[in-house]
């Protein structure tokens, strides 16, 4: 199954809020996530994933820090704030009325 970009357009902010709403985390670990959440369907390219997290701290919506995980490269964690939470509910309940409204108008009867 491929998903068409153009679909998904728009909501890459709300996904990746979703994903850290579930807890802090780094951009790796976010994709690998909605990959294994999607059976492989979708997946974000680097630069749109980091992209999205500038634009997101930038406008409050999550911050970022510097992870000790030991030995090794520092990870930078992003976390969602209550902004973010807010603007996750506001973008959960778009979907589910424009998705009512796709539903409504791509579902047809096949003539018997």
Do not use: C
Request: no cysteine.
């Amino acid at each position: 199954m491929s998903i068409s970009p153009d679909i998904l357009r728009g909501h890459t902010d709300a996904i990746i809020l979703a994903q850290l709403a579930e807890g802090d985390t780094y951009g790796y670990a976010i994709n690998k996530a909605v990959q294994q959440r999607t059976g492989g369907a979708l997946g974000f390219k680097e630069a749109t994933l980091y992209t999205a997290f500038k634009r997101l701290e930038q406008n409050g919506l999550i911050t970022a820090y510097w992870g000790e995980d030991g030995p090794g490269a520092r990870r930078r964690y992003y976390a969602v704030t209550e902004a973010g939470r807010a603007q996750l509910t506001a973008d959960i309940q778009e979907w589910n009325e424009t998705r009512a409204v796709l539903d409504a108008l791509l579902t047809y009867k096949e003539e018997q």
